[in-house]
């Protein structure tokens, strides 16, 4: 927890100084609330013995007599250096007591107490700034952190994870920030200050504080020690629930289209029960909160008043004394019931900061070069000896693979389900790192190039097409917000999308749906292929981004990026041999080895797997191997 304040600013310390000023400053009003409120008390008992000297049981019925008779003023003068030396100012402020003073004190009193509101509102407008302030900077640096994660890290942690360290996690901990900001200092001084004063009293009262301060953190420890862990366990479980919920959500069709609605309920309600367990356990346990806190606090006031009588009995100490040690003993029971209560939010908060600081602390596996290298061959590419293994693999995903590709040229990948395809074009794209060999565009490694410059050099259209909510405009040039819309058009156009694009009531500016739901597979892969046409990069990566497109589209697209004028470098992985059978030079891919390199003729004749999955797709007249 302690970690995530090196994220407060200069300006959020400078409040927190004020803070605890003002806490110093609105103990110092409480402790003399108590005060006047002991001269309150002493006053009405003072002008009931003014109008009443009787009450005073001196002890010398005669000198009562003459109080009556010779009135307060006279007394004092006459009989007063005859009187025990601890009594004489007393009786003068009996003498001298009316109702004014009572009201005198009274003002004061309300004086202080709207100081406390005061600087009790102060301080919660800061404390809530500072918590607020701390929370954005966490949320922008974990956002600004998992966006610089590779594939590797984004394994490490779920989706659902994220999202709920992000929100939930950052929610906890800014609640906690609030509470503790405004208690956490208020109650340590206050139990000091009231610990002191009372010190001052009587010591048998002390000692009856003390033993009901101890009774106090008993009781805090123990229910830190039983609650901590399930407060572990209960964001664990909120991780599951967000999992479970988003995994519904994402695939309502799925679960629709083969009746697995009970499926899916009972899978959340497992999950929903066992949170529910655990949330039931830990509020049983903090509910023991208030009825213990109550039992030490009516337990120390009636010792206080217990032992306040003896010792008024004994004549060593006044009620107003006892009146205003209840009141402190009150402040400190107080103050520790606040502690308590940042000693049950602290453990769930610490949780949720130790999960923060997880992902702050996992550094990408993948990072910029510290000096970046001058491109040599622009759009070239070329594999030199490159294998790759997941790092929870344990085997090769990809093995020695070989291949290079020229400026303007078009090279495919063709190869069975599983067999890498896709892991060669994350290779490519830096989203993982190579374990041996070596990947070189524009003849540098691209590992001595900056992830940005090398992302900006590849227009990457991925296998499952995603677009982001808002208009088409926005989603083409999602690269480079500033793009003219004759770009857009232009890229839209060679991506056969502006066939439907101008079927939509608003054109450009129709809204898309978050991920694209509300436009067809077909149409939003056009829009993708639209969206890295826009950039005119050096390289087009293709993944699989034909698939949802009927052949005539297919064919048109194709024949459109090949008379496009940029000269650029196409890559392409496809299933159909018709999207790939044109190119200069085909990958034939299996189990993550090259099975086979050429064209297409040349891989028909000398590639055994190549030309099976031709024959399973076109004929052998289609293929022209009947001559």
Same mark, same amino acid.
Request: net charge neutral.
């Given at each position: 927890?302690?970690k995530l304040?090196?994220?407060?600013?200069?300006?959020?310390w400078?409040?927190?100084i004020?803070i605890?000023?003002?806490?110093?400053?609105q103990v110092?009003?409480?402790?003399?609330?108590i005060?006047?409120?002991?001269n309150i008390?002493t006053s009405i008992t003072?002008?009931n013995?003014h109008?009443n000297?009787?009450l005073?049981?001196l002890g010398n019925?005669n000198?009562?007599e003459?109080?009556k008779?010779?009135?307060?003023?006279?007394?004092i003068?006459?009989?007063?250096?005859?009187?025990?030396e601890?009594l004489l100012p007393?009786l003068k402020?009996i003498?001298?007591?009316?109702?004014?003073?009572?009201w005198k004190n009274?003002?004061?009193?309300l004086?202080?107490?709207a100081l406390?509101v005061?600087?009790?509102?102060?301080?919660?407008?800061?404390?809530s700034?500072i918590?607020?302030?701390?929370?954005?900077t966490?949320r922008?640096?974990l956002y600004?952190k998992?966006?610089?994660?590779?594939?590797n890290e984004?394994n490490?942690?779920a989706?659902?994870s994220?999202?709920?360290?992000?929100t939930?996690d950052i929610?906890?901990v800014q609640?906690?920030?609030?509470?503790?900001?405004?208690m956490?200092?208020t109650?340590?001084v206050?139990a000091?200050?009231?610990i002191?004063?009372?010190?001052?009293?009587s010591?048998?009262?002390?000692?009856?504080?003390?033993i009901?301060?101890?009774?106090l953190?008993i009781?805090?420890i123990?229910?830190?020690?039983v609650?901590?862990?399930k407060?572990?366990?209960?964001?664990?479980l909120?991780?599951k629930?967000?999992?479970i919920?988003?995994?519904?959500?994402t695939?309502?069709?799925?679960?629709?289209a083969f009746?697995?609605?009970n499926?899916?309920?009972?899978?959340f309600a497992?999950?929903n029960d066992?949170?529910?367990k655990?949330?039931i356990?830990?509020g049983r346990?903090?509910?023991?909160?208030n009825?213990?806190?109550m039992?030490?606090?009516?337990g120390?006031?009636?010792a206080?008043?217990w032992?306040?009588a003896?010792?008024i009995?004994?004549?060593t100490?006044?009620?107003?004394?006892?009146?205003?040690?209840s009141?402190l003993?009150?402040q400190?029971?107080m103050?520790?019931m606040?502690?308590?209560?940042?000693?049950?939010?602290?453990?769930?908060?610490s949780v949720c900061?130790n999960r923060?600081?997880e992902?702050?602390d996992?550094?990408?596996?993948?990072?910029?070069?510290? #000096?970046?290298?001058?491109?040599?061959?622009?759009?070239?590419?070329?594999?030199?000896?490159v294998?790759?293994?997941?790092e929870d693999?344990? #085997?090769?995903?990809?093995?020695?693979?070989?291949?290079?590709?020229n400026?303007?040229?078009t090279l495919?990948?063709?190869g069975?389900t599983?067999s890498g395809k896709t892991?060669i074009?994350?290779?490519?794209?830096?989203f993982y790192e190579?374990?041996d060999?070596e990947i070189?565009i524009?003849?540098?490694?691209v590992k001595?190039?900056s992830l940005?410059t090398?992302?900006?050099?590849?227009?990457?259209?991925p296998?499952k097409g995603f677009?982001f909510k808002?208009t088409i405009?926005?989603?083409?040039?999602?690269g480079?917000?500033t793009?003219?819309f004759?770009?857009?058009?232009?890229?839209?156009?060679?991506?056969k999308?502006?066939?439907?694009?101008?079927e939509?009531?608003?054109?450009?500016d129709?809204m898309?749906?978050?991920g694209?739901?509300n436009?067809?597979?077909g149409?939003?892969?056009?829009?993708?292929?639209?969206?890295?046409?826009?950039m005119?990069?050096?390289?087009?990566?293709f993944?699989?981004?034909?698939?949802?497109l009927?052949?005539?589209?297919d064919?048109?697209?194709?024949?459109?990026?090949?008379n496009m004028?940029d000269?650029?470098?196409k890559i392409i992985?496809a299933q159909r041999?018709?999207?790939?059978m044109?190119?200069?030079?085909?990958v034939v891919?299996d189990?993550g080895k090259?099975?086979?390199?050429?064209?297409?003729?040349?891989?028909?004749?000398n590639c055994?797997?190549?030309l099976?999955?031709?024959?399973?797709?076109l004929?052998?007249?289609?293929?022209g191997l009947?001559?």
């Amino acid at each position: 927890m302690f970690k995530l304040y090196k994220n407060l600013k200069v300006k959020d310390w400078i409040a927190l100084i004020i803070i605890i000023a003002l806490t110093i400053l609105q103990v110092w009003f409480t402790m003399s609330i108590i005060d006047y409120i002991k001269n309150i008390i002493t006053s009405i008992t003072y002008v009931n013995y003014h109008n009443n000297p009787e009450l005073l049981n001196l002890g010398n019925e005669n000198i009562v007599e003459l109080i009556k008779n010779l009135g307060w003023d006279g007394f004092i003068n006459n009989y007063g250096s005859t009187l025990p030396e601890n009594l004489l100012p007393t009786l003068k402020s009996i003498a001298t007591a009316s109702t004014s003073d009572i009201w005198k004190n009274a003002g004061i009193m309300l004086g202080f107490a709207a100081l406390v509101v005061l600087t009790q509102l102060i301080i919660a407008i800061l404390a809530s700034y500072i918590s607020a302030d701390l929370s954005t900077t966490i949320r922008k640096k974990l956002y600004s952190k998992v966006d610089t994660y590779s594939n590797n890290e984004m394994n490490k942690f779920a989706t659902s994870s994220l999202i709920t360290r992000t929100t939930n996690d950052i929610q906890n901990v800014q609640m906690t920030n609030v509470i503790m900001m405004r208690m956490v200092f208020t109650a340590p001084v206050t139990a000091i200050w009231a610990i002191i004063k009372i010190r001052a009293s009587s010591t048998e009262l002390t000692i009856a504080t003390a033993i009901a301060i101890i009774a106090l953190l008993i009781f805090i420890i123990t229910m830190m020690v039983v609650v901590l862990p399930k407060f572990k366990i209960v964001q664990k479980l909120i991780d599951k629930i967000n999992c479970i919920s988003r995994e519904n959500l994402t695939g309502i069709r799925v679960i629709r289209a083969f009746n697995a609605e009970n499926y899916q309920e009972n899978k959340f309600a497992t999950a929903n029960d066992n949170l529910t367990k655990t949330q039931i356990f830990t509020g049983r346990v903090m509910s023991l909160m208030n009825p213990g806190m109550m039992i030490i606090m009516n337990g120390i006031s009636l010792a206080i008043y217990w032992i306040g009588a003896s010792l008024i009995n004994k004549g060593t100490i006044d009620y107003a004394t006892i009146t205003s040690f209840s009141t402190l003993s009150s402040q400190i029971i107080m103050a520790f019931m606040t502690l308590m209560m940042m000693f049950i939010m602290w453990p769930r908060a610490s949780v949720c900061a130790n999960r923060i600081n997880e992902v702050l602390d996992t550094n990408a596996s993948i990072s910029d070069p510290s #000096e970046e290298a001058s491109l040599l061959n622009q759009g070239t590419l070329e594999f030199k000896n490159v294998s790759f293994k997941y790092e929870d693999g344990d #085997e090769n995903a990809l093995t020695n693979l070989n291949f290079s590709i020229n400026k303007g040229e078009t090279l495919a990948f063709i190869g069975a389900t599983g067999s890498g395809k896709t892991t060669i074009v994350n290779l490519m794209m830096r989203f993982y790192e190579v374990t041996d060999g070596e990947i070189l565009i524009d003849g540098v490694n691209v590992k001595n190039i900056s992830l940005k410059t090398l992302h900006s050099l590849i227009g990457l259209v991925p296998q499952k097409g995603f677009l982001f909510k808002g208009t088409i405009k926005e989603n083409i040039a999602l690269g480079n917000p500033t793009m003219s819309f004759d770009n857009i058009k232009e890229a839209c156009t060679i991506a056969k999308a502006d066939e439907f694009i101008n079927e939509k009531e608003n054109q450009y500016d129709f809204m898309i749906s978050q991920g694209g739901k509300n436009v067809s597979g077909g149409q939003r892969q056009r829009l993708c292929i639209a969206r890295a046409i826009a950039m005119h990069p050096e390289f087009y990566i293709f993944d699989d981004s034909f698939s949802a497109l009927d052949y005539k589209t297919d064919k048109q697209v194709r024949d459109n990026l090949k008379n496009m004028q940029d000269d650029a470098t196409k890559i392409i992985v496809a299933q159909r041999i018709g999207t790939i059978m044109d190119a200069d030079k085909i990958v034939v891919v299996d189990g993550g080895k090259i099975v086979g390199i050429g064209t297409h003729k040349e891989l028909l004749k000398n590639c055994k797997l190549y030309l099976e999955i031709a024959l399973s797709q076109l004929s052998k007249e289609e293929l022209g191997l009947c001559q």
